[in-house]
């Protein structure tokens, strides 16, 4: 099994690629906030994080990404984790949110998801969405229930790893508002990949996830 060390390096690395994306958007002419440079650092991160499994794959595993991280599922199992996916959305995050709204508390929780369909039509839209629904789960699967939760089962077991994974994986998204929001996901997407022994389920829920927040900002 592979080190939890190497979804660091990974991590490291997958930023650097997208600060990379988003540099040679800027230098084409796109502004630092504008879609195509958002949608090029995203696919630079991407990028890093399945980088990241096929090494961990090649070097730790047997070299089979799909066998070393579980990708079979059956379409029973799609469907409730995509319903475990939309639950979490729709009725777990808001609920964690609804005390402090209830308060007073002003939050801006959709303002960064916003942020990636401000200002964009047609194919621009259809691409992000496209990548935030079908790459994105898998990316971010690979690297944080994968790499990183495997890699730290072996060092202090399931029920630290799955937290442990859980608030990295929030944290490393820089939203402090989302952070409870991420959060609760992240430990649905953990508990969903122990459960099965693999990425299939929990990926499906976080494209699950992912789908209900593109429909209600679209």
Known sequence: MWPAWLAFVGWVSAVSLAAFGS???????????????????QVGLWT?????????SRRFGSGDVRADFGFAITFAD???S????????????????LPLIAAGVELDISGPAETLFRD???LEKFAIAAGVIAVAPVAEELLFRGVLLGGLIQSIGDRGAVWVSAVVFAASHFQMVQFPGLLAIGLALAWLARRTGGLAAPIWAHAAFNATTVAFLW
Not at 23 to 41: E, M, Y
Not at 48 to 56: D, E, L, S
Not at 89 to 97: A, D, E, M, S
């Open 48 to 56: 890093g994080f399945v980088a990241t499994a096929v090494v961990a």
């Open 120 to 122: 964009v039509s047609g």
């Open 78 to 80: 799609i469907a409730k």
């Open 23 to 41: 540099t040679v958007a800027i230098v084409a002419g796109s502004t630092a906030d504008g879609s195509v440079s958002l949608l090029l650092s």
């Open 82 to 97: 995509m319903l475990i996916g939309v639950a979490v959305q729709v009725l777990v995050v808001p609920g964690i949110y």
